[in-house]
């Protein structure tokens, strides 16, 4: 990881993480908060609901900072069916009614890069595309919101503008 600092949070959870063995997909979130959450409140959030703690690998804040949320190999738990493969990635606030920040716009592909050089397979997707990838129409969302959804083809055009790879498809 080299494009982007990613704030270390230490957080502990509630009980023992699975680690995954592949990543095929890097999933973009929006917390659906009101405002600016970290991943400390979220992972509190998360803790009242009797899970193991923040399901999301990383919360990127209005600032544009970003912070861990569950260990970067660990399981996630913010995509039902794709969890086992794949890393969770939030914005803080509500895309579906607001615009993303220009600071979290910013620093979003670079995330994605950084994590693709790690995995250059995996593809990036919205956390609506899951419950067709998984099969599974009831988990179906509007996450992560229209306003950060519709910029996704952008961003994933930035992403391999930035790795130098030109073959780079949208939503493969």
């Known amino acids: 990881m080299g494009r982007v600092i990613v704030i270390e949070t230490d957080l502990d959870f509630a009980r023992s993480l699975s680690?995954?063995?592949e990543t095929d997909y890097l999933i973009v979130h929006h917390e659906d908060s009101a405002g600016d959450v970290g991943a400390a409140t979220v992972h509190l959030q998360h803790l009242n609901l009797g899970w193991a703690g923040i399901g999301y690998h990383y919360v990127i804040r209005f600032d544009?900072?970003?912070?861990?949320?569950?260990?970067?190999?660990a399981i996630g738990a913010h995509a039902q069916g794709l969890n086992y493969c794949s890393i969770g990635i939030a914005f803080s606030g509500n895309c579906?009614?607001?615009e993303p920040t220009e600071e979290?716009?910013?620093?979003?592909?670079?995330?994605?890069?950084d994590l693709k050089d790690n995995w250059p397979d995996a593809q990036i997707i919205g956390h609506r595309d899951v419950a067709d990838i998984a099969e599974n129409p009831s988990s179906a969302t509007d996450c992560p919101g229209v306003k950060l959804?519709?910029?996704?083809?952008?961003?994933?055009e930035?992403?391999?503008i930035m790795r130098?790879?030109?073959?780079?498809?949208?939503r493969s």
């Open 158 to 160: 930035q992403v391999a």
């Open 19 to 21: 680690y995954r063995g």
């Open 96 to 98: 579906q009614d607001n």
């Open 164 to 170: 130098g790879d030109c073959n780079e498809s949208i």
């Open 64 to 73: 544009g900072t970003i912070e861990r949320g569950r260990p970067r190999d």
């Open 104 to 113: 979290q716009l910013e620093v979003l592909p670079k995330l994605l890069a």
């Open 149 to 156: 959804y519709d910029r996704l083809p952008d961003i994933i």
